[in-house]
């Protein structure tokens, strides 16, 4: 069992920057992959960012390609999210989760088997 625990997030003006974290935990902690995704009002659940952890491949959204920022810290369970140059359309409430088994879709919902409670991120115009 794999428990995260997120922390983050709030209100920004458009244009600046935040940036969440995600604390994994349990007994055995060996993902394939953590990423991010977000969900804002009435819409589904999308893919934000991924981080492949025995590589630290990172990939994107094109949507948030070369705004956002995903890394792992050193010697830590933990995962970033780095955002900036915010837009009001980023406003989401933003979700942690964890793929412990290889997949050949990471950007996909179904290759996540743990997820966080996620966190309120809402960009003011």
């Known amino acids: 069992q794999v428990q995260l625990a997120e922390s983050g997030g709030g209100l920004v003006q458009a244009g600046g920057s935040s940036r969440l974290s995600c604390a994994a935990s349990?007994?055995?902690?060996?993902?394939?992959?953590m990423g991010w995704f977000r969900q804002a009002p009435g819409k589904e659940r999308e893919f934000v960012a991924g981080l492949r952890w025995s590589s630290s491949t990172t990939f994107y959204a094109d949507s948030v390609k070369g705004r956002f920022t995903i890394s792992r810290g050193n010697d830590t369970n933990t995962v970033y999210l780095q955002m900036n140059t915010l837009k009001p359309e980023d406003t989401a409430a933003y979700y942690c989760?964890?793929?412990?088994?290889?997949?050949?879709?990471?950007?996909?919902?179904?290759?996540?088997?743990?997820w966080g409670q996620g966190t309120q991120v809402t960009v003011s115009s």
């Open positions: 349990g007994r055995t902690f060996s993902p394939y992959v």
């Open positions: 989760a964890v793929g412990s088994r290889w997949s050949t879709s990471p950007r996909s919902s179904a290759a996540y088997n743990y």
